[in-house]
């Protein structure tokens, strides 16, 4: 699957980038914000946005 391979990629883009989770969802080609939110919940068990809260200085 293509979108495990760039985890790293959503992970920095997510941390440095101060797109919307919506906007960088799609830019990163999944079909919605939802679909992005369970993916990246299957790999670090917190959503975007809390991953980003927790992570971001």
Not at 34 to 44: A, D, N, V, W
Request: charge should be positive.
């Amino acid at each position: 699957m293509k979108h495990i391979s760039n985890f790293g990629i959503f992970t920095l883009l997510l941390l440095r980038s101060d797109i919307t989770i919506k906007e960088l969802a799609f830019v990163l080609g999944f079909d919605s914000m939802s679909s992005f939110s369970r993916f990246f919940k299957k790999f670090t068990t917190v959503n975007p946005s809390t991953y980003r809260l927790n992570h971001r200085y």
